[in-house]
C-alpha cells in the first residue's frame, strides 16, 4: 500500500489485527465508535499524534480524546476520584469522556493534552471499537476523522470522503447508532459539563448528586470539541428556522416539509443519530441550509450545540 492508498477494512478479526498492527507502527487508522467515527494514532507515540493534527489540519490548541479498553486500564493515566467512579459505573462503556489530572508518569503524549494538565478518557461501547483496543493494547487518541470544523463522519464513507489518502485506514462497520460525540465532564475541579453530548446532561446530574457547572463561552479550550466553529458545512447555516429562504435547503424536525428530516416524529434521540448524516447529505448540494428549530433539552442541548457551531462566524 502507498502512502497515498487509504486501505478499506471491514470488522472481522483479522482486519481488526491490521488495524492495530498499523496503530503500533504508527499509522492513523479510522474506526466506528457508537458515536462517531474516530481517527485514532498511539497516544503514547508524539510522532502518530501529531499526524493526527496534519491530517485532519486541527488547531494544535485543542486537545485530543484518549480511548480505553476499560476504567482500570484509564486509572493508570489519570488520577481517579469517587465522581469518576460513579460516573463510569453508571455510563461506561457509552458515549461520556471524562476530563481529570493527568497521573505522574502517565506516558501519553503531550500532543495529545495540548498543554493541558488534565486527559479526557473515554470507555466506548461500540464492540468493534472495544476489540480493536483489546487486539492493540494501549491507549488510542481519536477525535473525530473528519477535516477539523467539518461534519463529523458517521459513516466510513463520511470518513473517505474527508480523509481517503491522508490515512492509512478505515476499518467499516456500518453507521454509527448515537450519531453525536460524546458528552465531556470535568472533573478536576468541581463537575463541569465541559461539551454536551450523547449522555444527557440530567442524567449525570442526577448520578452525582448535584448540579453541573456549565463553563460559558470564552472561557478558554479545556476538552475537545470547544471551538466556537466546528461541525460546519461548506455554506452558511442558519438557525431556528420556520421556513427556508429562496435558495436553502430546509433540514426539519417534527412533522413538516422540508429537504430532509431528523425526525418526523420529534424523536431527540432519533434526530441526534441523523444529524451529521443529513448535514453531509445536504452540504453535498453546495446550498446554504435551514435549520427547523430544536427542543433544548437532554439531546436536544447537544444537537443545539453542534448547530451554533456549524452555525457560527469563520475566520
Known amino acids: 500500500m502507498s502512502p497515498h492508498e487509504t486501505l478499506h477494512l471491514g470488522a472481522s478479526a483479522p482486519d481488526l489485527l491490521r488495524a492495530a498492527k498499523m496503530l503500533a ?8 465508535t457508537e458515536t462517531v467515527y474516530g481517527l485514532g494514532a498511539d497516544a503514547r507515540n508524539g510522532r502518530a499524534v501529531a499526524a493526527i493534527y496534519a491530517a485532519k489540519g486541527r488547531p494544535s490548541f485543542n486537545p485530543l480524546i484518549v480511548h480505553l479498553a476499560d476504567a482500570e486500564t484509564a486509572r493508570a493515566h489519570v488520577t481517579w476520584s469517587d465522581a469518576a467512579q460513579k460516573l463510569a459505573d453508571a455510563f461506561w462503556p457509552g458515549p461520556l469522556t471524562l476530563v481529570l489530572p493527568l497521573r ?6 503531550d500532543l495529545v493534552t495540548a498543554g493541558l494538565d488534565t486527559l ?15 487486539a492493540f493494547d494501549g491507549p488510542i487518541a481519536a477525535p473525530s476523522a473528519n477535516p477539523s470544523g467539518r461534519i463529523s463522519p458517521t459513516t466510513a464513507a463520511h470518513v473517505l470522503a474527508g480523509l481517503a489518502g491522508r490515512i492509512a485506514a478505515v476499518v467499516d462497520d456500518g453507521p454509527c447508532a448515537v450519531g453525536l460525540e460524546s458528552t465531556i ?6 463537575p463541569a459539563l465541559l461539551r454536551p ?33 466546528h461541525y460546519a458545512p461548506a455554506e452558511r447555516v442558519r438557525l431556528n428556522a420556520e421556513a427556508p429562504h429562496p435558495g436553502e435547503l430546509f433540514l426539519g424536525f417534527g412533522p413538516m416539509d422540508c429537504d430532509l428530516n431528523l425526525s418526523p416524529s420529534g424523536d431527540l434521540e432519533e434526530a441526534a443519530a ?4 443529513h448535514l453531509h447529505a445536504l452540504d453535498s448540494r453546495a446550498r446554504p441550509i435551514a435549520v427547523a428549530p430544536i427542543p433544548d433539552h437532554g439531546l436536544g442541548a447537544a444537537i443545539n450545540d453542534r448547530l451554533r457551531r456549524a452555525a457560527a462566524p469563520r475566520d
Open 120 to 134: 479526557a478518557v473515554r470507555v466506548p461501547a461500540h464492540p468493534t471499537a472495544r476489540a480493536l483496543l483489546r
Open 274 to 277: 441523523a444529524l451529521f448524516g
Open 104 to 109: 505522574p508518569g502517565h506516558g501519553i503524549s
Open 185 to 190: 465532564v470535568g472533573l478536576s475541579g468541581a
Open 25 to 32: 507502527d504508527g499509522q492513523l487508522v479510522a474506526f466506528p
Open 197 to 229: 453530548g450523547g449522555v444527557a446532561a440530567e442524567e449525570i446530574e442526577a448520578v452525582l448528586g448535584t448540579d453541573l457547572v456549565r463553563n460559558a463561552p470564552g472561557d478558554g479550550i479545556s476538552a475537545p470539541g470547544q471551538l466556537l466553529s
